[in-house]
């Protein structure tokens, strides 16, 4: 099983400032198969980026993914107040599918 | 527009049975893999399940093997979740997803799940 280890736990930042979030996984993640998700509270996740950099349909594009093999980052370039939430990084290349355990960005 | 919605979540005491369902809408239903991922409360994600498009193979989560079961019917655009022998740490947010891969694209709703006596 590929664990994927998020980091950090929390983020602390204020609007329009930059947001680097870190999934590393414990082996390679085949086809670079990393998925990641938002998740606001009392919503369902939603899908933002895949296959390690491909934004979906209509997510901004000061959203973006970059990284490969083992090492992996979502970057939010200038924090809106709508992107403070839960997001999660998940590897969609090997059974069984797995998920980090998220990072929090609120509102500092 | 794609809709996924989900049902059959009720108060289960543990050891016990129950199936959940998920209707789909808005896409060719038969292109699609269908996925189940749960969330306990205030915790994170966990994937359970995934189905492929023809039904013909499944996949599960070491946590629900031999427990739980995956299907399909695409004349009904639905997906099925049969578990038996629930445990207390099964209660969880049951969401149905879909995806052309194994990316979950798309999210239902959620159906509760609570195992308890």
């Known amino acids: 099983e590929i664990v994927l280890t998020q980091s950090p736990g929390t983020l602390s930042l204020s609007p329009g400032e930059r947001a680097t979030l870190s999934c590393r996984a414990s082996q390679t993640v085949g086809g670079n198969y990393l998925a990641w998700y938002q998740q606001k509270p009392g919503q369902a996740p939603r899908l933002l980026i895949d296959d390690a950099s491909r934004r979906v349909t209509d997510i901004p594009d000061r959203f973006s993914g970059s990284g490969s093999g083992t090492d992996f980052t979502l970057t939010i370039s200038r924090l809106e107040p709508e992107d403070f939430a839960v997001y999660y990084c998940?590897?969609?290349?090997?059974?069984?599918?797995?998920f980090g355990g998220g990072t929090k960005v609120e509102i500092k | 527009e794609v809709q996924l919605v989900e049902s059959g979540g009720v108060v289960v005491q543990p050891g016990g049975s129950l199936r959940i369902s998920c209707v789909a809408s808005g896409f060719t239903f038969e292109d699609y893999n269908i996925l189940w991922v749960r969330q306990a409360p205030g915790k994170g994600l966990e994937w359970v399940s995934l189905i492929s498009n023809n039904g013909v193979t499944t996949y599960y989560a070491d946590s629900v093997k031999g427990r739980f079961t995956i299907s399909r019917d695409n004349n009904k655009n639905s997906v099925y979740l049969q578990m038996h022998s629930l445990r207390t740490e099964d209660s969880a947010l049951y969401y149905c997803?879909?995806?052309?891969?194994?990316?979950?694209?798309?999210w239902g709703q959620g159906t509760l799940v609570t195992v308890s006596s």
């Open positions: 998940q590897q969609c290349g090997h059974s069984p599918l797995t």
């Open positions: 997803t879909s995806g052309r891969g194994w990316t979950s694209e798309n």
